[in-house]
DNA sequence: TGTTAGCACTCTGGTTCGGTGAGTGCTAAA
DNA sequence: TTTAGCACTCACCGAACCAGAGTGCTAACA
């Protein structure tokens, strides 16, 4: 990594540096490509913008920077916002109104649903970006309870309770109609044989129960485990997230064509492809950052994620952070995710 | 209503209403105004452009149809939309393809919320406009059983199931610790208490208990009850809606600028104004339509509605629906959202 | 050798201008 | 009552133009 550090400072000489961090900043600032003769002003060293030019035109030629047309100034490329957000950027600490706001949200002992979705309003109120969080995830996953109630028709009502107090509800049609004493034994005997065990485990062992005692098992036990066992495979990939501010992007020149627009909030409203970028920050530990292409996901092309895992006890994890434009304020943001996280996790925790 | 009707003849010819509603159709079809040439085309009376502008100007008088500007053809007005759906539209009923897609879609036996969320996406996806279903209140919802949990620290879980199946479930934190033991026996009483009764007593009851008998009841049993309050509360106004296909406005030049797409997007996100308008369907026959400001909704005001209340055994009741642009073609769309909340009233019967 | 001034050049964005086409209202004739 | 004719009005389009911002290059300078 030091070579690495060696090698850039070989090809940018320091100074290049500062100006490509204050090219940044500016463009942040303000959305336009910024001229030599801005530039030479906002660095604070005495020079004419003809020496700006030179060095604007290394930078070119190292990809950091770019100019949309020939008379126009200069904007960052990915490449650039990379350098810039690896080791330029000082980050600027949430202001204490932001804090004060996120304390009180997120403070309340409120059910899980409910602190998501602050949060992610919270994210996207502060940053007046898009918000996402990923609902948490437990990494170990007691099975406590589960209750069949027969219901009109052949319908049973299968409910799974998790040690955790999360409760997974589906309704089954089954093949023939089972009085409600035999539902109840049937509970009984999966109680005795589950609770308490890890779910992973459960389902482990309900397949091969299923595929060992396939035939001397009575029709009714049959069914009930593969009831159990569609429950317990919905309650360990609970695949979902809550996004809230999606609008904020509308703001921001760069994404607002209406075929840009339609693809993002498509993306939004099919949250799979976001889920996929989340999933894989989930193992990592502190603020991630995606620019442009990085995530991978093309319709997210010109935009920037900025994430963070966040972990309760090391037994529940999820994954929260921001959409917005590449050209988004990375030293007011990255604290702001980073904050939140610490918060919602605490939230999590009590 | 007659006298309306000979009103509105007198007023209006027979001619002049035929030709409103070739405008209207053709406007509908293309988006631009119509000119008196091509209206006299379209006709198919033969007549000359002159004689169809002295209609115009008639209608124009009547404020059924303006002109954007001097030199352009005519649109309709809201009052010109209104009488072309009450008492000019001949409807298209949906094709068999579309017909067949949603019987394949709405047929299969699934859980109710993935239902809502087919629906939904079927009328978007049909119409290339916004779908909107309303969930399935249940006029008569009866409490089937409770069922109260410890979870760690001062929480427990509370589970509501009704007689139609759902679950509601709700974390709450209480000031001491009870035993499971104890929770067991809470469970049992609320269960003996008020099993098989509707929800809208038992909220009755409970607050009649809760004032009454104040003191002399021991403090398990009081927390118990202000808990089954709150469970019972929120399976009563389970006020919520699944909108889809939002986007799909975004092609409709007239709604195209940003922020009037900020703020209808963001009366999506916020959906309490068009539940508002949606529950005023809830007691309706058929289909019912809202053009324009009528909904009184200003963020829906070029806009309209076309919603239609589905019911099932008249117990469960919902409303379901298309948003779009004013200029939306109603002919077909009417006899769609007609046919959805027949099918989604079906499925969910089952 | 790094920096600067000067200059020619390029490209965007806004403005102006005239022409065209679609459409209107009005009047007078059929 | 309908129609033809006519003058008039706009929106839209493309051309031309200018101003402004910014560049690259070259040559001079410290």
Redo the contacts with the bound molecule.
Sequence with gaps: MSSETRHNDSQVSERALHFLKVLVGRYIRDGQ??????LAKDTGL??????V??V??DL?DLGLVA?P??????VPTAAGYRLFVDSLLTVRPPTDDDIASLRLCLESRSDVKTLIETASNLLSGITHLAGVVMLPRHERNVFRQIELLPLSGNRVLAILVTSEGEVHNRIIATERRFSPAQLEQATNALNGLFSGQDIKDVRKRLLEDLKRTHENMDQLMMRAMLLAHELVESAEHKDDCYIAGQTNLMEFGELASMERLRQLFDAFYEKRGILHILDRCIAAEGVQIFIGEESGYDLLDDCSLVTRAYRVDDEVVGVLGVIGPTRMDYERVIPIVDVTARLLAAALRQ
Tied chains: 1, 2.
């Design positions: 490509p910024v001229g030599s003769r801005t005495d020079l004419s913008p003809a020496t030019r030179n604007m035109a070119e100019s047309h020939t008379s126009a100034g200069r």
